[in-house]
């Protein structure tokens, strides 16, 4: 049974930095391709980031986290990586980690998820 764990959520300050983290299990996630979707409070959720799978590890962003966010992954630990800088009040939302076997980059749309954690909040205070 495939499970995605994430963590590292929590309240920051505006400008401030956090990193999550999604721990896979369950399956050989070193084909899987793995991102990060959030939703804010009433809105739909959205597409954050997204990495490859393989030793090239392509990656690619939403708008939102262009220049701000950087994806990572280690497959030695099936985990994925966000790591969030100069954030911004309007990044609350909860972070969602997502799976799938394949690689849609920066159009990835939700119902091409196969796996979805639970996800994590990120508030980021003015």
């Known amino acids: 049974q495939v499970q995605l764990v994430e963590s590292g959520g929590g309240v920051a300050q505006a400008g401030a930095s956090l990193t999550l983290s999604c721990e896979a299990s369950?399956?050989?996630?070193?084909?899987?391709?793995m991102g990060w979707f959030r939703q804010a409070p009433g809105k739909e959720r959205e597409f954050v980031a997204a990495?490859?799978?393989?030793?090239?590890?392509?990656?690619h962003y939403g708008d939102s986290a262009k220049g701000r966010f950087t994806i990572s992954r280690d497959d030695a630990k099936n985990t994925v990586y966000l790591q969030m800088n100069s954030l911004k009040p309007e990044d609350t939302a909860i972070y969602y980690c997502?799976?799938?076997?394949?690689?849609?980059?920066?159009?990835?749309?939700?119902?091409?998820?196969?796996?979805w954690g639970k996800g994590t909040l990120v508030a980021v205070t003015s």
């Open positions: 990495i490859n799978w393989g030793g090239r590890g392509d990656t």
């Open positions: 997502g799976v799938d076997q394949v690689f849609y980059g920066s159009r990835w749309f939700l119902q091409d998820v196969r796996y």
């Open positions: 369950g399956d050989t996630f070193s084909r899987y391709a």
